[in-house]
């Protein structure tokens, strides 16, 4: 039996939890790969998969060694690659998932240079504000947008830190006014963050030190920050959204700091990418890019 094309398959099948959508993706038959699993468990001497109506599940045994063939491939694929490209340009498709804020406002700023200095790399590029599992999604590289980066699993590079700060249309002003105290925000249309990671309330920063909770009476809650970023453009009211997110809208007057002072703390902009001994040559270049533009 060849163990690392055994491996192979058997991770495919923990990926794909069904033997069919894993034996397409390897472009093999049911059958074919039904006997490597087999081969597979008879030669371990235990059960890695359960079978039922709704698919395949791993055993306990089959999760440990899920996670040892997960670190094991990694490892030799990023060996190989990086003696297969010593002395030459990162080559490869690279799958990289990203929040929408990034992919919407950041990535025409970035993509055109980086595929000017990287020819041979194809991004495939996944758009979402879910935190992507990379090993079990098949994901190499995750920017992510967080308070904290708690996934020990994962390695992560830290590309900026930026302040959540307070902004509205001058439109919004023009009309309501602008308020001068936190109190003041009570009397406001606030535009909250319903995504999973968000807190229902607003923690402002003091400049004195101190934190204050405000809970706004939000009329619009957003699940995407992208479209919490277009309500508070058009005017519908004060968002709380990274200064890196509306640079420029505040440098062109579009959008206006609301008690400037006041931040609702920081969030760290980071690349995550899995745990391994070798870092494949494309995800290196691609992280060091993305840390040379966030800088």
Known sequence: MDQVKAMRAFQRIAQAKSLSAAAQSLDTTHSSLSRQLQALEKSLGAQLVRRDTRGITLTEAGSRYYAACTDILSRLDAAQAEVAADGKAPSGTLKVSMPLAIATLDLPEWLPAFQARHAGIRLEVVCTDRFTKLVAEGIDVALRISAELEDASM??????????????????????????????????????????ESPAHWTLHMPDGRQQTFRPEARLACDTITALYSAAKCGLGIAALTWHTVRSD??????????????????????????????????????????GYYR
Do not use: K, N, W
């Open 250 to 291: 505040l440098q062109s007057g579009a959008l206006v700091r609301v008690l400037p002072e006041v931040t609702l703390g920081r969030r760290t902009y980071a690349a995550l990418y899995p745990r391994t001994r070798h870092v494949q040559p494309a995800v290196r270049a691609f992280i060091d890019f993305m840390a």
């Open 155 to 196: 390695m992560a590079r830290t590309l900026a830190v930026s302040d959540m700060v307070l902004v509205a249309a001058p439109r919004y002003l023009a009309d309501h006014g602008l308020p001068m105290t936190p109190q003041a925000l009570s009397e406001h249309e606030c535009l909250l963050h319903s995504g999973p």
